[in-house]
């Protein structure tokens, strides 16, 4: 095997699209809480407090009026898969699937006997952005499908109607713009661009949203787990609490990151990660044993990138020596797709220097494994 040792490493390997990279500092701020935080009750000041600031933050980031609400559970994005279809779908939900996680949402829905589905799907690779459908009471599309790194860039305005978008962030959430006035369930899972850790979903809702969740409820005849329950998880969010126990430290490492990028504001997060994609995407064009993954630019992330690796080299054994020598992480592509590929975090803590030196290992060692 031809030596990288020689080359400058990146300063952490975390590219991964996630759990992605928690900043040592959140670590250190999370320790210097000593008895204070960790291991008090959730229903009690010292918790309440972070709840209120995450709550606040992301609305002052997304830019959001007061009547919209922020809850946040256990669970994570899988978990609202259902929570939604059970507690926010009236009678049909209209799925724009491009990917892994979007057909996983869809099949969510198609679980729930009492409601019906419509599924537009497209090829692996290629975006689709979401439309009104007629008869459908939820519009449901991801924001960035991590599996195949594809974005939507256009999302219908259902303002006028009855009925909802639902939008999964997951992985794009804070750097990938979307008018949130056109949004009405907004979630995620922290463990990407907001740096924190799974277990947890953040759901932002909006009025009409909240009024959804509530007339369903009211229909006494349909079986929601009380834990569920949109009705109490809004009611504690009104309180700044979870419905039942969180993950604290989660809950820190969530609000340090929203106060770190609301220093920045959204415009900035974002050009700084179109910067670091540009840097990537432009690699990949530059050398002939690379392609981007996402032919058509306009669906192409600025969050997660996925890269074809065409030369003959064996991609398995490269990805093992660069996590032996700490050099890249978890940086292989999603296993379904079945290609060689790179899947790249461009998250907001990953640093474009960092990044820099990464696609420079990337080009020595494969260009001394192809010659
Ligand atoms: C777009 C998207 N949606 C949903 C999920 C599921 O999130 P979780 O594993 O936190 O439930 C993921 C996880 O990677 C994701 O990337």
């Not at 779908?89 to 996983?104: D, L, M, Q, R, T």
Request: charged share 25%; net charge negative.
């Amino acid at each position: 095997m031809s030596d990288i040792n020689n080359l400058d490493k990146p300063s952490d390997p975390r590219f991964g699209v996630g759990p992605s990279l928690i900043p040592q500092e959140f670590v250190s701020s999370l320790l210097a809480t000593g008895n204070e935080y960790l291991g008090t009750s959730h229903r009690k000041p010292n918790v309440i407090k972070v709840v209120k600031e995450i709550q606040e933050g992301i609305k002052k980031y997304f830019k959001l009026s007061d009547d919209y609400l922020v809850v946040i559970g256990n669970g994570g994005a899988s978990f609202l898969f259902d929570m939604i279809g059970l507690g926010l779908v009236e009678k049909k939900s209209a799925h724009f699937c491009c990917g892994e996680f979007s057909n996983k949402w869809l099949k969510a829905h198609q679980n729930i006997p009492w409601i019906e589905t419509e599924n537009y799907s497209v090829e692996l690779g290629k975006g689709i952005n979401p439309r009104d459908v007629e008869g459908a009471d939820m519009i449901c599309a991801t924001l960035n499908e991590t599996s195949t790194g594809v974005i939507i860039n256009d999302v219908p305005d259902l303002s006028e109607t009855d009925k909802l978008l639902a939008i999964d962030a997951t992985s794009g959430g804070g750097q990938i713009s979307i008018d949130m006035q056109k949004v009405d369930v907004f979630f995620l899972s922290p463990q990407k661009v907001l740096a924190s850790e799974g277990g947890t979903y953040v759901a932002i809702l909006s009025p009409k949203a909240q009024a959804r969740a509530k007339k369903i409820a009211a229909d006494t005849k349909r079986y929601i787990p009380n834990i569920m329950d949109w009705v109490s998880s809004m009611d504690y969010a009104e309180k700044h609490q979870t419905l039942n126990t969180p993950s604290l430290s989660s809950l820190f490492f969530l609000n340090e990151q929203i106060k770190r990028m609301n220093k920045l504001g959204f415009e900035k997060v974002e050009e700084l990660a179109k910067k670091k994609a540009k840097l990537l995407y432009d690699w990949a064009a530059e050398k002939e044993y690379l392609e981007a993954f996402v032919k058509e630019d306009q669906y192409r992330s600025h969050s997660v990138a996925v890269i074809n690796v065409l030369g003959d080299i064996d991609l398995d054994n490269l990805l093992a020596e660069l996590t032996d020598k700490k050099i890249a992480y978890d940086i292989g592509g999603y296993r379904k797709i079945g290609k060689k590929q790179f899947r790249i975090g461009l998250f907001h803590n990953i640093a474009y220097e960092d990044l820099a030196k990464l696609l420079k290992i990337l080009s020595y060692k494969i260009e001394s494994l192809l010659n």
